[in-house]
């Protein structure tokens, strides 16, 4: 943005966090496009590392207080000041709170109030060169951000993406799509599922998919010809949606049918130990190996390294579910081909025969018989190794997706009233 120098405040749930690059890349994009940023997170990352491309961000970051009792004090102060200077929208706020809370009986709306009363009276009300609340994630972080524009008067968007969307409640959402200038998600199913959901004169949704740097995401190493033993590869988060079990019980499959593998499995997450129990109970850990959580740098190494990457993505119990996962657009860009399920968006990047193979959740056999298929196949493998780089340099380009996105804070802003235009 110029002129004044308008700056455009995003909340986030935390930062920076490894499984979300996404943002810091969307972040760094919009300031490479002229735009002035401040971050306003939940909570601090969980890992004790970032990528680089973090650490290229000029945006200041400051944090919420996180926990409701243990950090009331904090809270209360700028709660009862914004309450004083602003006692209508103030009320308007708590109202809101109320009948939100009693639709779902969540003690966190009041936290996500009281931190936006902290986020309004410490920085929106000082600082007034920031004219716009946008926040990323559906659930907590608009929450607070809604609630930040009934106190501040300013306008606010969000981004939705998967888990926050699925395991919202309707009518919680529904109402946050009805007081948005605009909703951007990253798939188009999640389009069609907001548009079901909101009232007619709700905000407009538009989706605009995460995008990749397709510079740093290339491979001169295309592995169209392999031979056992074959690297297999799984980035995820070690969670239900994922699918992990399933994955492991097709690589007991094609190990049975005397198929030499090395699987290599990158992420960490709250099913750890079941995962890691389930190799050693159906005797593959000669053949698969965890790393944790890694670096992009390292999963870029791993990468150039395999012959296929593997997602056994799930619908899980609470409605959970991947997106796009950026791991499947990463992998086909550097030409690994992929195998995976037929979930919520997944056949928006892996289209079956097209640009890799997919098969029903939770379908061990399948999933079995589509992964020994793409690493033998030679002519296939050529073929979804082509048409799946084509499609994401088409389709998944960052440079080119972060102005659609910039062009709707733009016309946000132009909008309301303010003359507001790209450097």
């Known amino acids: ?36 940023m401040r971050l306003f997170p939940m909570r601090k990352g969980r890992e004790d590392f970032c990528h680089e491309s973090v650490k290229q961000i000029k945006a200041r970051v400051d944090y919420l207080p996180t926990e409701l009792l243990l950090e009331l004090p904090r809270l ?6 914004c309450a004083v200077k602003q006692p209508k929208r103030y009320r308007q706020a708590l109202a809101t709170a109320v009948r939100r809370y009693r639709r779902t009986g969540r003690q966190a709306t009041f936290k996500h109030l009281f931190q936006a009363g902290y986020l309004t009276e410490k920085f929106l009300s000082r600082d007034h060169s920031i004219c716009h609340l946008h926040g990323h994630f559906a659930h ?58 909101e009232s007619d004169d709700g905000a407009e949704i538009y989706c605009i998919y995460h995008g990749i740097d397709l510079n740093l995401f290339k491979s001169d190493n295309t592995r169209i010809a392999t031979s056992p033993p ?7 988060r070690i969670i239900e949606k994922k ?33 890691l129990g389930l190799i050693k109970e159906l005797g ?16 870029l190494e791993h990468f150039s390294q395999s012959d296929l990457f593997i997602m056994g993505s799930k619908i899980a119990a609470d409605g959970d579910r991947d997106g796009i996962p950026n791991v499947l657009v990463e992998s086909l860009a550097m030409g690994v081909p992929a195998v995976a399920t037929k979930v919520s968006s997944i056949p928006e990047i892996i289209i079956d025969t097209k640009t890799g193979l997919t098969v029903e959740q939770e379908d061990s056999e399948a999933l079995s018989k589509a992964i020994t298929r793409l690493l033998t196949d030679r002519t296939l493998r050529q073929k979804v190794i082509e048409q799946g780089r084509s499609f994401v340099e088409e389709h998944f380009d960052n440079s080119r997706l972060i102005v659609d996105l910039a062009g709707l804070f733009i016309d946000a802003d132009q909008r309301l009233g303010r003359n507001v235009t790209l450097p």
Not at 284 to 299: N, Y
Request: aromatic share 8%; with cysteine.
């Open 76 to 81: 209360i102060g700028p709660n009862i000041l």
């Open 230 to 236: 074959f690297k297999l590869l799984t980035v995820a």
């Open 243 to 275: 699918g992990l079990p399933t994955v492991y019980r097709a690589l007991k499959k094609i190990a049975e049918n005397g198929i030499e593998f090395e699987h290599t499995l990158i992420g960490d997450g709250d099913d750890r130990d079941s995962v």
């Open 140 to 197: 907590s972080p608009t929450s607070v951000t809604m609630f930040s524009s009934l106190l501040s008067g300013l306008s606010f968007s969000f981004t939705a993406h998967a888990k926050d969307i699925y395991t919202s409640n309707p009518d919680q959402l529904r109402e946050k799509l009805d007081l948005a200038v605009f909703v951007a998600t990253c798939t188009r199913q999640n389009k069609l599922y907001l548009e079901e959901l």
């Open 284 to 299: 593959l850990d000669s053949q698969c190996r965890w790393l944790g959580t890694k670096p992009h740098e390292e999963v």
């Open 1 to 36: 943005m110029n002129g004044s120098r308008p700056t455009l405040a995003y909340i986030l749930k935390g930062y920076p966090r490894i499984s979300e690059t996404f943002i810091s890349n969307e972040i760094l994009l919009l300031e490479r496009l002229g735009f002035t």
